[in-house]
């Protein structure tokens, strides 16, 4: 299966902050990659897909970038809505399979 | 609006069956696929699979092959997921979610079999397999 590494784990931030989260390929996905937003006791969030196509009514201040092997997730002015947990996930090859997750904290 | 409502809360023992089901709303069941994923107490999201909406089509996790089995129903717009010879390890939240494979670029639109992320998720249901 392809390995996908997160990084930070956790991230401290601020409300208006720009903020960025990397995630890692274990071998090339080409851009076949998500991200999604979870909060606490709710269900994942779709926020992008292949790689850097924003889902439809998810706030612009969110961007992906990346192809092959490495990813970002970027958020231009953190809001207070946004401190939460993120994970990317490829879909290159069965198994699918997802990043650790990266925590967004308030600082 | 495009829902998936997923059945209530589970508790099996070792050795019996779960099947949890998820209900469409809000789109056309025939023209997507469902993906099934869980996410154990302390642990990060595993894919178990995904099912065709159109032809019943599946692929499974290898990790869970010859324990899982995802079957649909069309005329009730409904998903299921049986997983069997439960062991403590496979208490979880299990999601359904519809699996989306278009993507537009350069002003066309393309559909990528294979290549399925998710776009909506059902709340969850929790299956507990106390040891």
């Known amino acids: 299966d392809i390995q996908m590494t997160q990084s930070p784990s956790t991230l401290s931030a601020s409300v208006g902050d720009r903020v960025t989260i990397t995630c890692r390929a274990s071998?090339?996905?080409?851009?076949?990659l998500a991200w999604y937003q979870q909060k606490p006791g709710k269900a994942p969030n779709l926020l992008i897909y292949k790689a850097s196509s924003l889902e439809s009514g998810v706030p612009s201040r969110f961007s992906g970038s990346g192809s092959g092997t490495e990813f970002t997730l970027t958020i231009s002015s953190l809001q207070p809505d946004d401190f939460a947990t993120y994970y990317c996930?490829?879909?290159?090859?069965?198994?699918?399979?997802f990043g650790q997750g990266t925590k967004l904290e308030i600082k | 609006q495009v829902q998936l409502v997923q059945s209530g809360a589970e508790v099996k023992k070792p050795g019996a069956s779960v099947k949890v089901s998820c209900k469409a709303s809000?789109?056309?069941?025939?023209?997507?696929?469902i993906s099934w994923v869980r996410k154990a107490p302390g642990q990060g999201f595993e894919w178990m699979g995904w099912i065709s909406g159109y032809n019943g089509n599946t692929n499974y996790a290898q990790k869970l092959q010859g324990r899982v089995t995802m079957t649909t129903d069309t005329s009730t717009s409904t998903a299921y997921m049986e997983l069997r010879s439960l062991r403590s390890d496979d208490t979880a939240v299990y999601y359904c979610a519809r699996a989306r494979s278009e993507y537009c670029s350069g002003g066309s639109c393309y559909f990528a079999a294979g290549h399925y992320y998710m776009d909506v998720w059902g709340k969850g249901t929790t299956v507990s397999v106390p040891s």
């Open positions: 809000g789109y056309i069941f025939t023209t997507y696929g």
């Open positions: 071998q090339s996905i080409s851009t076949w």
């Open positions: 996930q490829q879909y290159d090859s069965y198994s699918y399979t």
